[in-house]
């Protein structure tokens, strides 16, 4: 069992990963926005936590994590103002891996996206610019950082009915259900074949526990 501390706990995908940890034996702190949200995200068994990241400084972030045993970053600023989406998808997150160090919290698991990186390739006129620049920048600073560290990207979300399968190898973007999403990130954070990879992945053949474990058998990346 776990102390996961779940930033950005009433997303769709957060709000489908908080009762598999909490079914799988984790206690889940999961961290949201308003106080109106909390019922919500009681009813998955997780304990809503009140904060705003965006506002929140490094120390902030650290006694929010203390504690805990694992940080899981589902956040996001879902669009909007390219200011925001900078404040939170890139100054926020960064700051939650720099205060996880600093409260001794090793394990780290970043939600990101599947064309995530410096060669994202998205015109700066695009509004989603500021998001892929955002990603980009918080998945280089988890990368360097001296964490146990996994970042997932998944394809194109979708809310199709999920598979419980997934696809690790490929090297194009599709689509995947936000279920499967919930399920990977939930058997990623005890699975040793993540540690310090980036795993992309799409739907699938192959389950998803199986498909996790080949990972240690692939070059990092």
Do not use: C
């Not at 009762?19 to 702190?29: C, F, W």
């Not at 045993?69 to 909007?80: E, K, N, R, Y």
């Not at 410096?118 to 989603?128: C, I, K, M, R």
């Not at 739907?203 to 474990?213: F, H, N, Y």
């Amino acid at each position: 069992m776990s102390r996961i501390l779940l930033i950005g706990g009433h997303g769709k995908v957060a709000l489908l990963l908080e009762p598999l940890l909490v079914a799988a034996g984790h206690d889940v702190t999961a961290v949201i926005r308003t106080p109106d949200q909390e019922a919500e995200v009681a009813a998955t068994g997780a304990t809503p936590r009140v904060a705003d990241i965006q506002t929140l400084d490094l120390d902030g972030f650290t006694n929010l994590a203390r504690g805990h045993d694992v940080v899981i970053w589902s956040a996001g600023a879902g669009g909007g103002a390219p200011e925001r989406t900078y404040a939170i998808d890139r100054d926020a997150a960064i700051r939650s891996i720099d205060a996880a160090a600093a409260a001794g919290v090793m394990r780290y698991l970043m939600v990101s996206y599947f064309g995530a990186g410096p060669d994202h390739g998205v015109d700066p006129s695009d509004s989603f610019y500021a998001y892929a620049e955002s990603k980009a920048a918080a998945d280089a600073r988890l990368r360097a950082s001296a964490l146990d560290w996994t970042i997932l990207a998944p394809s194109t979300l979708t809310l199709d009915e999920p598979t419980g399968r997934i696809d690790v190898a490929a090297d194009e973007s599709l689509s995947v259900a936000r279920a499967d999403v919930a399920a990977v990130i939930a058997a990623s954070v005890d699975e040793p074949a993540t540690l310090r990879r980036t795993v992309r992945f799409n739907t699938g053949d192959v389950p998803i526990a199986e498909a996790l474990r080949t990972l240690a058998e692939a070059p990092h990346a």
